[in-house]
């Protein structure tokens, strides 16, 4: 880890060492064990069977880890990021504050999110969002308006760094079984409920049936034909007994920008201080 690692990790954590949830749906699922008994006759799952259990798939306590953001535009040219992420899972809400350490324009910039366990899907109210810009010197709640806002200039928003869970909130239906490079996946179709609007019209998603993780995933525009984002997996890591998306790259189809997001450490079931899920440490960046 770099010499100037935040309180956030180095009073708390031996090794500092920190894992983004979100991008969650989309980046990080872990191996629980087989989403259905064995039989004398293997059943094929459903879609909605797939979802769940990808779902099941993340639960976890506490997760820590260090990542490094690339954005690059059409043209080749790169910016890099680093940030370290904490998420609490351990009670009834699903919490992750990041620190972003370099570079010098983003350094300090704090983001919070506090999403319900009983959430039905992100654009319900569920999930509390908020962010400290050193600029402003002040905590921002991120309002529902911007919840499809670029997160730090990436090609993620804000929408996508929450708590997204559509297992209940969207039909699924299983479309096939197919190759996603080096992968044997699942593919299954998801599209919002009428009551459950969503900045995407549906999403496809291809998922490993060794590690439950998704290891790509199409959003489609409202008129659920044109492609607005791709995410696909480069590379899985594995942590003991549990996977996770080691590196994935996020395409926006309109512009050919990508952002790149590598896990560089990560540490799971780890004691957490509270005090750092608090709009009071975005401001101070202080734990009290």
């Not at 260090?66 to 609490?88: C, E, H, P, W, Y």
């Not at 730090?152 to 479309?175: P, R």
């Amino acid at each position: 880890m770099v010499s100037n690692t935040p309180e956030i990790v180095r009073r708390k954590i031996i090794r500092p060492e920190i894992i983004l949830r979100k991008i969650a749906v989309i980046f990080i699922a872990f191996t629980l064990g087989s989403f259905f008994a064995v039989s004398a006759v293997p059943t094929t799952p459903t879609g909605a069977e797939i979802m769940q259990n990808m779902s099941n798939a993340q639960q976890t306590t506490t997760s820590a880890m260090d990542i490094q953001m690339t954005l690059i535009d059409a043209g080749g040219d790169t910016s890099i990021r680093r940030f370290q992420t904490l998420v609490d899972s351990s009670g009834d809400q699903t919490k992750t504050v990041t620190v972003f350490l370099s570079p010098e324009s983003v350094k300090n910039t704090r983001f919070l999110t506090i999403s319900d366990s009983g959430s039905q899907g992100r654009d319900q109210g569920q999930d509390s969002q908020w962010i400290y810009l050193p600029a402003l010197r002040k905590v921002k709640r991120i309002s529902a308006g911007e919840r499809d806002s670029s997160f730090m200039g990436s090609d993620f928003t804000y929408a996508d760094m929450g708590d997204i869970d559509d297992v209940e909130t969207s039909d699924h239906t299983l479309l096939g079984e197919e190759q996603a490079a080096q992968f044997n996946c699942y593919v299954v179709e998801s599209i919002p409920r009428p009551d459950n609007p969503s900045a995407y019209g549906k999403t496809v998603t291809w998922i490993d049936k060794e590690s439950w993780l998704a290891v790509r995933v199409l959003f489609y525009q409202s008129d659920r034909e044109t492609v607005q984002k791709e995410l696909n997996c480069e590379a899985l890591g594995r942590s003991g007994d549990e996977w996770y998306t080691r590196k994935v790259v996020m395409e926006n189809k309109a512009d050919g920008h990508r952002t790149l997001m590598e896990i560089l450490q990560v540490r799971f079931g780890i004691p957490l201080n509270p005090g750092y899920f608090t709009t009071a440490y975005l401001e101070t960046g202080k734990v009290r």
